[in-house]
């Protein structure tokens, strides 16, 4: 009789640590990780002050690296100088033209004594009509010589402008050798060291927002049914003594289309399953790290 009533407990205590153990087994598996920028500098140039240092935090807008400016300094000089040096040569169209406006001033008296001449018979009409075509003749030479002047002036101030646009392009190069931190960020990795010349385009250094880690996994269709976005989602990650530490997060996207397994977790027995990419955004914690392996076990709605 004992036996028999002691097999039902035993029964039901087997059905408990199996139900344990697919609760705790996770439904999916992924890799912390954090946005990253690989920051680079759009000109080429010798390093000759480098803040950015391994494990260092750098503030938006932060200097972080410094090339070498002296060519570009040399070049702006250069444009500077030339511009100064045209500047006289703009010719004075004022000052030009006032010989000729005086000349007419007194051609334009002479012809009004004339007139007053021929009007009262002293002097033949011949008289005024040579007068007459003296100012036609400097009116031509006025227009002319401001046509010239206009000409020469737009020359000028074309070579002046080509100049000042040359002269802005090396100041906006010799401002992109200041490289900035583009965000608030960790330095994660440098690539290079003070002194060296690095081309432009190549990254400097790395910068990781670790403070707001997220972790990339897959479910399969069955499991996303259980999964909405903004859901409160249990990561775990290794811990001391082979436990697990338990850090919350959230689901923040959730792909429309199903894809098959990407590489990182790819395996033979998942290498063709279809599966639907969803990230989830840690809250802080000062244990996590980018590259840790985790666990994510979705929390039911009941």
């Avoid at 680079?40 to 000759?48: K, M, P, R, Y």
Wanted: hydrophobic fraction near 45%; proline fraction near 4%; aromatic fraction near 4%.
């Amino acid at each position: 009789m004992t036996r028999h009533r002691s097999f039902p407990v035993l029964l039901w205590a087997l059905v408990l640590l199996a139900a344990c153990g697919r609760s705790a087994r996770p439904d999916a598996y992924g890799i912390i990780d954090a946005h990253s920028w690989m920051v680079a500098s759009s000109e080429a140039g010798q390093i000759v002050d480098l803040q950015a240092e391994e494990g260092c935090w750098l503030a938006q807008g932060a200097l972080a690296v410094r090339l070498d400016t002296g060519a570009l300094s040399l070049q702006l000089r250069a444009f500077e100088s030339q511009v100064r040096a045209l500047r006289p040569t703009l010719p004075d169209v004022g000052r030009q033209l006032d010989v000729l406006y005086r000349q007419r001033e007194a051609l334009a008296g002479e012809q009004a004594r004339v007139d007053a001449l021929v009007a009262a018979g002293a002097a033949p009409s011949r008289k005024s009509d040579d007068v007459a075509d003296q100012l036609r003749v400097l009116d031509s030479q006025i227009a002319a010589a401001r046509s010239s002047l206009s000409r020469e002036t737009a020359a000028v101030l074309a070579n002046i402008s080509s100049l000042e646009s040359q002269a802005d392009i090396v100041r906006d190069r010799i401002a992109r050798c200041s490289v900035t931190n583009p965000e608030d960020g960790t330095v994660t990795a440098v690539y290079v060291h003070r002194h060296e010349f690095v081309p432009a385009g190549q990254p400097i250094y790395k910068l990781s927002d670790l403070q707001h880690l997220y972790v990339d996994a897959w479910l399969d269709a069955a499991t996303l049914t259980r999964a909405s976005l903004g859901d409160p989602v249990d990561v775990r990650v290794d811990a001391p003594q082979g436990g697990l530490h338990k850090v919350g997060g959230r689901i923040t996207y959730i792909a429309e289309e199903a894809e098959f397994t990407p590489n990182k977790v790819l395996t033979r027995d998942t290498r063709a399953k279809q599966v639907y990419h969803v990230r989830i955004d840690l809250d802080e914690d000062a244990q996590l790290r980018p590259g840790m392996p985790a666990e994510i076990h979705l929390i039911d709605r009941r």
